[in-house]
């Protein structure tokens, strides 16, 4: 079953790293991910400023506009798919994540399965 | 297992559903293991019991009831997959996985009902579900309560638990919750959880929290079945028989609690020969086993506790120095303002109500006891005693503001009203 980890991060430094945790900590997590066979797919998105959000209203106008707004204090930093056997797996996976520390935060959300 | 009209003699039928509350959560449990899905169980796990009540008035029950009720259930899970070819198909990928991740248990030596009820338990109560959901779930999956008895028991209406219930589930089924025993190294974060569930079903059932009603001696009397079940499954765990320990000495008193007009009585003024003593013993003797082997958990400690009330023969015998000595170590393993607020009372008894109110004075901008009625209550009772009776007055009356349920509110007028007659002040 693959799950989603958001990886929520409440303040990002102007190299996208957050205090809790250094860029090896990051770079060893992403080994492990891999070499335990249950990476599906992972990116670490650009800082906040170079969001673009577009909107399309039903008489099919464009609106294109700066950033999210983000007045929530969580800003998603990056995720990962991961594919394993059950929630408590996922959870595990979560909780090793250099995300997951401090003030950070990584939300597991199950990808819909619609082949069933 | 919500019960249809089937025509049945009532007698037989209430026989039968005596059994099959006590064999739910086994049957539940065996089925959710070979199956892996909590809908698919619980719909055949009803089929099952809907043909018990046809069959056993006739035909007497059978010798293992259990036995009889997984073999049908069974029989009709494998129909509706037979039937049902998209559901088989999911459901064989969700048991190819399960098993990868977990080797399956040894068959049943017996050639009863094996007990798988642990993992239930674990999946009912996981931190990915909602708090005031986990209580309601092992109610209707281990007790063996039905949606409508659990929403009695928590004074909401059945459509509303219903929808709970089911969007539980569908969460269980869907983020794929799974049905296992955490390994010992994720235990002492897991277990906690599961105790705490238990024992949120408990107070509840304790004391209602709104409402004409003090006690719901059912919900309370559930707990300490589900407590039961626990520790018979987790022998070995202190905590399980520290919360089952506490459960059962706090419920020995339940006949003692309220007065005749549904009043509740305080513990010190308790008539303590209406104490339940069979229970008590039990719960002593596991608080020995809770203590024993190690440090203690909360559970245990607050069992020591109650057990210290429970050996008093009277309220002027308490052991309080002991009492205060273990709400301290309570204060060290599991501090909470509630336990602070229990914490000096019994100081109050041990050192004079002087130093009781001084510890009470330092939780006042407690967040926590904001609106917790027995905060100003205990301050009133030693503004009381210190003779400071205007004051004592005051925090009565905040005290009755805040209480939620009607006899809490009579019992603290009448303690307000005691204050005009009051003898000369303690000490």
């Known amino acids: 079953m693959k799950y989603l980890l958001l990886i929520q991060t409440t303040s990002v430094d102007a190299d996208g790293a957050a205090d809790e945790c250094t860029v090896e900590d990051w770079m060893a997590y992403d080994k492990e991910v891999r070499d335990a066979g249950v990476f599906v797919s992972g990116e670490s998105l650009a800082d906040l400023i170079t969001a673009t959000t577009v909107r399309v209203a039903p008489s099919g106008e464009r609106t294109v506009t700066d950033g999210p707004f983000a007045e929530t204090r969580e800003v998603l930093g990056g995720f990962y798919v991961i594919d394993v056997p059950d929630l408590d797996a996922a959870l595990d996976w979560a909780a090793r994540c250099p995300g997951s520390r401090g003030s950070g935060a990584v939300t597991v959300r199950p990808v819909a399965d619609f082949s069933a | ?427």
């Not at chain 2, 796990?45 to 006739?58: G, T």
């Not at chain 2, 589930?169 to 277990?191: M, Q, T, W």
Request: proline share 8%.
């Open chain 2, 1 to 427: 297992m919500d019960g249809k009209d089937t025509g049945a003699p009532a007698a037989a039928r209430a026989s039968v559903e005596a059994v099959f509350r006590e064999e739910h959560g086994l049957l539940l449990a065996s089925l959710v293991r070979r199956f892996g899905d909590l809908d698919l169980a619980e719909e055949v796990a009803s089929e099952a019991v809907e043909a018990a009540l046809r069959h056993w008035p006739a035909e007497g029950v059978p010798a293992r009831p259990g036995a009889w009720l997984l073999t049908t259930a069974r029989r009709r899970a494998v129909d509706r997959l037979r039937r049902d070819r998209t559901y088989a198909d999911r459901l064989a990928v969700l048991r190819v996985e399960a098993e990868r991740a977990e080797p399956a248990p040894p068959a049943d030596a017996g050639g009863g009902l094996p007990d798988d009820r642990l993992q239930l338990f674990f999946t009912c109560a996981h931190p990915a579900l909602p708090a005031e959901d986990r209580g309601a779930l092992l109610l209707r999956c281990l007790a063996g309560l039905t949606t409508a008895e659990t929403a009695r028991a928590h004074l909401v209406p059945t459509a509303t638990m219903a929808q709970r219930i089911v969007r539980a589930k569908r969460k269980i089924r869907e983020a794929r919750i799974p049905f296992r025993v955490p390994g010992p190294d994720e235990l002492p974060e897991r277990l906690p959880g599961v105790l705490a569930a238990v024992y949120s079903v408990f107070t509840e059932g304790y004391a209602a929290s709104s409402g004409p009603h003090l006690q719901r001696a059912d919900l309370a009397a559930e707990a300490v079945r589900l407590a039961r079940i626990l520790h018979r499954l987790m022998p070995a765990e202190r905590e399980a028989a520290g919360l089952l320990a506490l459960l059962l000495l706090v419920h020995a008193r339940r006949a003692a609690r309220t007065g005749p007009d549904g009043a509740p009585v305080l513990l010190a003024d308790q008539d303590r020969a209406r104490w339940d003593r069979a229970m008590i013993d039990e719960g002593r003797a596991l608080v020995v086993a809770a203590l024993t082997g190690g440090s203690p958990g909360p559970y245990g400690v607050q069992a020591a506790i109650a057990a210290l009330h429970a050996e008093a023969p009277h309220a002027d015998a308490t052991d309080w120095p002991q009492i205060a000595a273990l709400y301290d170590v309570l204060m060290a393993l599991a501090p909470s303002p509630v336990v602070a607020l229990n914490r000096a009372a019994a100081v109050a008894m041990r050192d004079g109500p002087e130093a009781g109110l001084a510890l009470l004075d330092g939780l006042a901008g407690e967040p926590r006891l904001r609106g917790h009625h027995p905060y100003p209550a205990a301050r009133a009772d030693l503004l009381a005693r210190l003779g400071r009776t205007a004051e004592a007055a005051a925090a009565y009356r905040e005290a009755i503001a805040l209480a939620g349920t009607d006899p809490d509110k009579a019992d603290l007028r009448r303690r307000l009203a005691a204050l005009a007659d009051a003898p000369p002040p303690q000490r």
